[in-house]
């Protein structure tokens, strides 16, 4: 049972919460605060009794969570007496960012869900399934926030770790011809891999940038230990400004 606390002005108490829910944790953890103790009672991951002075449940939560402050500690195996839940961290959190104030999105463009597993066992409207296809089909958030509701459910998704920004890995390569391929580039298969992961789909095209400024764009396939090697056919190289030994940079378009 662990008795010492740290300051939640040096962590993230949301982010702590996830942590023992994850980790299918059991017990209470507790902020002590100027305005009462607050109390998340867990058995096996799952949220079983959250309290704040006189709010229970989910306002206890949102009250928390507005004001994020007081000294926390974790204390294992101890069980509530009389729980009044029974939920996933997921449906109370959600609940709760319903109170809290609305803020600007901290980016404008392409989204990408971090754990698709989580936000499937969520519960959607139609209209929301909509949005989770448009930001898997990467329309900029800047084009979605018009709507408030929308604007509220991408914050969500953004403080609960589960909406980033998608960003493209640029990767600097060196040109060098090959006869093994014909009318594609290859990538090394390792970085091909992390590509998919951001833009969720095979990469189909790079965008090639060389010492001139000039970009071209070319169709790309994965190869085997290529390493920092951006392979190309003598046919594809003869239609652009690019020279082997050339250093480019290269990215999934």
Do not use: C
């Amino acid at each position: 049972m662990t008795k010492s606390t740290a300051s939640l002005e040096t962590f993230d108490f949301l982010e702590l919460l996830y942590l023992l829910s994850e980790q299918g944790r059991s017990g209470v953890l507790s902020v002590h605060r100027p305005d009462g103790q607050f109390q998340a009672w867990l058995e096996r991951g799952r949220v079983r009794h959250l309290q704040l002075g006189d709010d229970l449940g989910v306002p206890a939560l949102a009250r928390l969570m507005q004001d994020p402050v007081g000294r926390f500690q974790f204390d294992e195996g101890v069980t509530h007496p009389r729980p009044r839940l029974d939920a996933t961290l997921d449906e109370v959190t959600l609940e709760a960012l319903e109170a809290l104030p609305v803020r600007e999105l901290p980016f404008d463009g392409p989204g990408r869900i971090t754990s698709p597993e989580r936000v499937s066992r969520m519960r959607w409207s139609l209209k929301e399934l909509d949005v989770l296809k448009m930001i898997e089909a990467q329309k900029p958030v800047s084009d979605l926030v018009a709507d408030p509701e929308v604007k509220r459910m991408l914050l969500k998704l953004v403080r609960m770790g589960l909406l980033v920004a998608r960003r493209s890995r640029t990767a600097r390569l060196v040109v060098t011809v090959t006869r093994q391929v014909r009318d594609v580039v290859l990538v090394d298969e390792l970085i091909m891999r992390r590509w998919k992961e951001d833009i969720v789909r095979h990469p189909q095209f790079v965008a090639i940038r060389g010492d001139s400024g000039k970009v071209v764009s070319l169709p790309v396939r994965a190869g085997s230990n290529l390493t920092t090697q951006l392979m190309i056919p003598p046919e594809l190289l003869m239609r652009t400004a690019l020279r082997a030994g050339e250093s480019v940079l290269v990215k999934p378009v």
